[in-house]
């Protein structure tokens, strides 16, 4: 692959989105690894399957956005790949096709690793929920009906980049459920949603002028602004009550050293004034929510 393609490539993979799917394997390694079931080859092929999921998603994404035709010319967020003609729509289709293996290769033996002692029926459940992950991927923006131009992305980012990522991964660690792992990974299913939220007002009139029906579209700027705070401040009252509940170190609220990065980012994207403004905001809370993870985890163990 010639130097400037890859460029092209690496640009279309969105690879600072990386921090926020990552949280998830991040969290829950961590609360496995408090509970005594950390496994190393389990947290390397999640890394390795959130990494080829997360960049399946961004992939579709782009291609699907240019199907549409929800990707303009004065688009305000980061350059698009296919909409540009920076590659053919035949070239993203066969990527996209190449993640979808590398997803499921990954995960499979992800899921054949981490559940050779349980039953079947529990094998089967996961991998009806890792395809589950690719089809959620794909469908965002691609296909007749796309449920992100349906209003149901904030949902979906809460089940697959929140609950479902962060017990997942606790339980392919550990074989077993722990009812407590909920209230962290709904946090983390909080911060994402907030991440697509931002990124939902960053492009709130193209989206209204190609159709596309986010929250932000739906319910209108004022909505969307406290919808933003709302998620961040619930996702910061369940910690601090989780932790106060389940105190036994001062260390557990190492997270608190993340909270300014929240408090920035809230009243930034509150009070910005220019979508384009919104470009670093969403990086900064993906960025936070990772640190919050690797914080909170690390709380744990110390």
């Known amino acids: 692959m010639k130097t400037d393609k890859l460029k092209i490539w690496l640009k279309a993979f969105r690879l600072r989105t990386l921090p926020l799917a990552l949280a998830n394997a991040v969290m829950g390694s961590f609360l496995a690894l408090f509970n005594g079931g950390f496994r190393w080859i389990i947290f390397i092929l999640t890394i390795l ?22 990707d303009k010319p004065d688009r305000v967020g980061p350059t698009r790949v296919t909409a540009t003609g920076m590659v053919t729509k035949r070239e993203m289709k066969k990527m996209i096709t190449n993640f979808i293996l590398l997803s499921v290769i990954s995960g499979s033996l992800l899921i054949l690793i981490g559940l050779r002692h349980v039953a079947l029926s529990k094998i089967l459940i996961y991998f009806g929920l890792g395809l ?44 077993w459920f722990d009812k407590m792992v909920i209230v962290p990974a709904a946090v983390i299913g909080l911060m994402s949603t907030a991440v697509l939220n931002i990124n939902n007002l960053r492009d709130i009139h193209s989206d209204t002028e190609s159709g596309k029906k986010t929250l932000p579209v739906q319910f209108g700027f004022e909505f969307t602004r406290r919808y933003h705070l709302l998620l961040i401040g619930s996702a910061w009252l369940l910690t601090i009550s989780y932790t106060v509940i389940h105190f036994f170190s001062l260390w557990q609220f190492l997270f608190l050293i993340t909270l300014p990065l929240f408090i920035l980012n809230g009243k930034k994207v509150y009070y910005h004034k220019d979508s384009s403004e919104l470009n670093n905001e969403l990086r900064n809370l993906a960025l936070a929510t990772f640190f919050f993870a690797l ?3 690390l709380g744990l163990i110390l």
Do not use: E
């Open 49 to 70: 399957t959130i990494t080829f999921l997360q960049i399946l998603s961004n992939l579709a994404n782009d291609y699907g956005d240019a199907v549409s035709g929800a």
């Open 132 to 175: 589950a992950a690719i089809i959620a991927a794909i469908k965002y923006t691609v296909g007749k009906n796309p449920y992100g131009y349906k209003g149901f992305g904030d949902i979906f980012v809460f089940i697959f980049f929140g609950l479902i990522g962060v017990i997942g991964t606790y339980y392919l660690h550990t074989n």
């Open 295 to 297: 914080t909170f985890g």
